[in-house]
């Protein structure tokens, strides 16, 4: 079929000029009509950017295009649709469909597509801007308006007459042009009325487990607690439970109770009643229609149940803004309840009795909490070994972490320049010694007197030197650990006299150190008790108590400020303790609430931030 027509005037065509031209289209045959003009107008009207008519083929399993009307050259009615979806079958099935869509550009559209009645496997698909989100209802009406192809002896039968749909149109743009959700239910109430000539039409909105009147045509104000408004909400009650119509009088096999309507159409004095439930996309009742004929009978109401479908989400949302701040509440706490305690969705709502129940366990129970501190093994018995001259340590013979008895050998130094010095010294006294007894054979005093004074100062440096070879060695003063110096870091190294080479502690009065955070200072209370566990057995927990703390912070890089406190040991120290050792305590402080405990610091971190 070739696709090639005609376009119509871009002069922006009025609603009801391009419904005439659309109807005048219809009339022809499928393979006379012009697809392409037929898009050209169906996108005017839809305010779309982008409408094709396409068969689908389901021999080839493939779609073809009969038209297209778009504002780009590239566009592809199938390039939109979102994935997942078989909208094609849906709105088979329903009449249209609709649903939102990304193109592979990323442009964001409100797709809409419609089978054409009367066409075998022919669809509408219309790529609404989402600017026009608020007017889509009105837009699907109005394309619902123009995909009847079905030949007039059909029509009659099948579909509602198209004055009555046309006037469902305009009742619908009527109701959604209202800003308040009385003035849109008044103009339900009354539009209908006047259309169908109906003696009585009310809207009740569902609130709970009944039906509250929200409208009555021709009244702008009623009393809510008169006997007449009661009536009319006891003859919505039927609708609301069997979710669909109900009519009055009923066939002899229905088992509805449709007493109430009965009531009120007698109070009316009419010859029936019927009350129509308004639905959402999902089925659930929001609104019931109370009508009641006067003169003629009630028409057919499937283009009414196709109005109030599209007019539903608007009155909903007029709805919850006219709501107090209460109301919402209310209204929001009921559509809790009904998700949580319904049939509905039973692996959510088991999660979500979980999460509350984890969140009453957060709010009303208790931990243990504990302090966090960095701990070392220390004793006061220590002992330094340092250098007692100038030189180079010659041999190393213990290192860090070894257990030494008394007179044990640890450390030798370099003695070869102080062996040097002693056999230099050894000389000068024997020289000295030789003119002294000279110088005194010779009976001269004074040259004596220099003498002996320059043997006496040898002597004295070849005590030192002789003192130094004995100091060479240094041995350790009683048993005990070394707890500083690494053999590799002291092999070779000068030293000066006085320099740290070994600190040896006694495995006994032992206590623990510990660095505790100022931000947790406020928590600790004397003779709090706690356990450490060190590193070399992080398996075995030691119990401790704070004995002292020492009220001078100190700074430790990135921790920050911490205070050094004392910790005494409850048990006897094991053959494995060793001065030195490190590893993490945690010292008990109480139970405090569990949601306290995991949100105390980010809480002190925000007061920091927010205070003034």
């Known amino acids: ?122 669809f509408l698909i219309l790529n609404v801007k989402t600017q026009e989100r608020g007017q889509l209802n009105e837009l699907t009406l109005r394309a619902l308006l123009c995909v009847d192809f079905r030949p007039n ?67 702008d104000r009623f009393e809510r607690d008169t006997s007449q408004t009661q009536r009319i909400e006891a003859a919505l009650l039927p609708a609301v439970i069997q979710g669909g ?56 109401l499937n283009e009414l149940l196709l109005a109030l479908e599209l007019m539903q989400p608007h009155l909903s949302e007029l709805r919850e803004r006219s709501l107090s701040l209460r109301q919402r509440a209310r209204l929001g706490l009921r559509i809790v309840s009904e998700g949580l305690f319904g049939p509905e969705q039973p692996l959510l709502k088991l999660a979500g009795l979980i999460l509350v129940a984890l969140l009453l366990y957060l709010t009303f129970g208790s931990w243990q909490y504990r302090v966090d501190a960095s701990a070392q093994l220390n004793t006061d018995s220590t002992r330094l070994i340092s250098a007692q001259f100038d030189g180079r340590i010659d ?12 007179g044990d050998l640890l450390v030798s130094l370099d003695t070869r320049d102080l062996l040097q010095q002693q056999s230099e010294l050894s000389a000068e006294i024997s020289k000295g010694e030789g003119e002294v007894n000279k110088f005194r054979a010779e009976r001269l005093l004074a040259e004596t007197e220099i003498a002996q004074a320059r043997l006496d100062q040898s002597l004295a440096k070849a005590q030192r030197v002789k003192s130094y070879l004995e100091q060479a060695q240094g041995t350790a003063p009683f048993e005990g650990v070394i707890v500083e110096g690494e053999k590799k870091d002291l092999m070779g190294a000068p030293v000066k006299k006085g320099d740290r080479i070994f600190r040896l502690a006694k495995v006994e009065g032992l206590y623990m150190t510990l660095m505790v955070s100022e931000r947790d ?69 109480g139970d405090k609430n569990i949601a306290w405990i995991l949100t105390h610091r980010l809480v002190d971190r925000l007061r920091l931030m927010l205070w003034w």
């Open 395 to 406: 041999q190393v013979h213990a290192t860090a972490g070894d257990l030494v008895k008394a």
């Open 245 to 300: 119509e109900v009519w009055w009088p009923t066939p002899p096999e229905s088992l509805t109770d449709t007493q109430a309507l009965a009531d009120f159409a007698q109070h009316m004095g009419v010859p029936s009643v019927v009350a129509v439930p308004m639905r959402d996309a999902q089925g659930a009742t929001h609104a019931v229609l109370l009508l009641a004929p006067g003169s003629k009978d009630i028409p057919s």
């Open 1 to 122: 079929m070739s696709v090639a027509s005609s376009t119509p005037s871009s002069t922006a065509l009025d609603a009801r000029a391009l419904i005439e031209q659309l109807q005048q289209i219809r009339r022809r045959s499928p393979t006379e009509l012009d697809w392409n003009l037929y898009c050209e107008l169906m996108r005017q009207l839809c305010k779309a950017s982008h409408c094709a008519v396409v068969q689908r083929l389901p021999e080839a399993n493939s779609l073809a295009q009969l038209g297209r009307a778009s504002e780009l050259s590239t566009w592809s009615p199938m390039q939109t649709m979102p994935p997942g979806i078989d909208m094609l079958e849906k709105a088979l099935a329903q009449g249209y469909t609709q649903a939102p869509a990304q193109d592979p550009q990323g442009q964001t559209w409100l797709v809409l597509v419609l089978a054409l009645q009367g066409l075998v496997d022919y």
């Open 521 to 589: 200072m406020r928590h600790l209370t004397p003779q709090a008790k706690g356990e450490v566990a060190l590193l070399s057995h992080p398996n075995v927990n030691i119990p401790v108590r704070i004995a002292s703390v020492i009220p001078v912070a100190q700074v430790k890089g990135q921790d920050g400020n911490q205070f050094m406190v004392k910790a005494e040991l409850i048990e006897a120290p094991q053959a494995w303790w060793r001065p030195g050792m490190t590893g993490l305590a945690r010292i008990d402080v």
């Open 153 to 219: 002896s059909t029509n009659a039968v099948a579909l509602p007459p198209t004055a009555d749909l046309r006037a469902m149109l305009g009742l619908a743009a009527e109701v959604m042009q209202q800003p308040s959700f009385e003035a849109a239910c008044l103009a339900l109430v009354n539009g209908l009325a006047v259309s169908w000539e109906l003696l009585h039409v009310s809207l009740g909105w569902i609130d709970g487990e009944r039906a509250v009147v929200a409208a009555i045509s021709h009244l």
